[in-house]
């Protein structure tokens, strides 16, 4: 399977931005739709963002929309998830996946065909 790594995650204040990253190994991202998910503890796993590999089409879940966005960066075969006005609801670990094409991030149920879930990156929302 394909092995992505995910980096980027940190505590912040409510408010506060940060910026995930998800790194590709042995292939091209470009090729890919990348996929951001999240789970909070006792919670179900969240569809989070999607960019496709089709003129860089994006989704978004409505809780994130207009806050979060996501982008490549194929020099560096890498997917940022840019995440601003933070709120301790963001509070999550976050994995990246790469697919064919975006899922409905509406399916909790969600799981690449192409790659596993790593250990992916912890962020902390609290003041």
């Known amino acids: 399977q394909l092995q992505l790594m995910e980096s980027g995650g940190g505590l912040v204040h409510p408010g506060e931005s940060l910026r995930l990253s998800c790194t590709a190994s042995g292939f091209s991202l470009d090729l890919h739709a990348v996929i951001w998910v999240r789970q909070a503890p006792g919670k179900e796993r969240e569809g989070v963002s999607c960019?496709?590999?089709?003129?860089?089409?994006?989704d978004y879940a409505d809780s994130v929309k207009g806050r979060f966005t996501i982008s490549r960066d194929s020099a560096k075969n890498t997917v940022y998830l840019q995440m601003n006005s933070l709120k301790p609801e963001d509070t999550a670990i976050y994995y990246c996946?790469?697919?064919?094409?975006?899922?409905?991030?509406?399916?909790?149920?969600?799981?690449?065909?192409?790659?596993?879930w790593g250990q992916g990156t912890q962020v902390t929302v609290s003041s």
């Open positions: 960019i496709s590999t089709t003129v860089d089409f994006t």
């Open positions: 996946a790469a697919d064919w094409g975006c899922p409905d991030l509406g399916d909790n149920s969600y799981s690449s065909p192409l790659s596993s």
